[in-house]
């Protein structure tokens, strides 16, 4: 199966600052890559699906890019609700696999 | 607005047995594959199973197989787990989640999720 390495583990960050999340596969994925949002206690949000589409609804502050093995999620200028756990996810090979995460944490 | 509320998790002895399901609202539920994703205490996202829109195509995560068993009723919007011979590695909260109906394996919507505890 796809192994998904997202680094870094933890990011910490100032309101209004920007992010940049990585994810790395193992092998490539194309563009089948996804990326979610998770905060505790509540449902994970689909954020980017084929690596640079923005789901319904996500604020354009959040932007993905990349193709094959590399792929980047970018958070603008982070707004007080966007801290959280974020998760790459890949469709291109079966079973579907997450990544392990990155924190972005309030500095 | 897309509902997902998943229910049945609990505290139960390994080898024993559970059935969680999910109650959807909000969308035409027979018209969407549906998946279960399971994340451990303080480990990542892990998909489990899904089920396609009739119940007649089903697929496990290798660790599930033969264990796991997801069925679905169009009459009432729901999709269900049953889980035997529960192992300690099956601790976990266990989401229900929509996939896309464009892009199989992208999880569109999830519930807030049930725990299930396996522990003597």
């Known amino acids: 199966e796809i192994v998904l390495t997202q680094s870094p583990a933890t990011l910490s960050l100032s309101p209004g600052e920007g992010a940049t999340l990585s994810c790395r596969a193992s092998?490539?994925?194309?563009?089948?890559l996804a990326w979610y949002q998770h905060k505790p206690g509540q449902a994970p949000r689909l954020l980017i699906y084929d690596a640079s589409n923005r789901a319904t609804g996500i604020p354009a502050r959040f932007s993905g890019s990349g193709s094959g093995a590399d792929f980047t999620l970018t958070i603008r200028s982070l707004e007080p609700e966007d801290f959280a756990v974020y998760y790459c996810q890949q469709r291109s090979n079966w079973p579907p696999t997450f990544g392990g995460g990155t924190k972005v944490e309030i500095k | 607005e897309v509902q997902l509320v998943e229910s049945g998790g609990g505290l139960v002895q390994p080898g024993g047995s559970l059935r969680l399901s999910c109650a959807a609202s909000?969308?035409?539920?027979?018209?969407?594959?549906m998946s279960w994703v399971r994340q451990a205490p303080g480990k990542g996202l892990e998909w489990v199973a899904n089920i396609n829109q009739d119940g007649s195509v089903k697929y496990y995560v290798d660790s599930v197989k033969g264990r796991f068993t997801i069925s679905r009723d169009n009459a009432y919007d729901s999709v269900n787990l049953q889980m035997n011979s529960l192992r300690a590695e099956d601790t976990a909260v266990y989401y229900c989640?929509?996939?896309?109906?464009?892009?199989?394996?992208?999880?569109?919507?999830w519930g807030q999720g049930t725990l299930v505890t396996v522990s003597s």
């Open positions: 909000g969308f035409n539920f027979k018209s969407y594959w």
């Open positions: 092998q490539s994925v194309s563009r089948f």
């Open positions: 989640t929509r996939e896309s109906s464009s892009s199989d394996y992208y999880f569109e919507n």
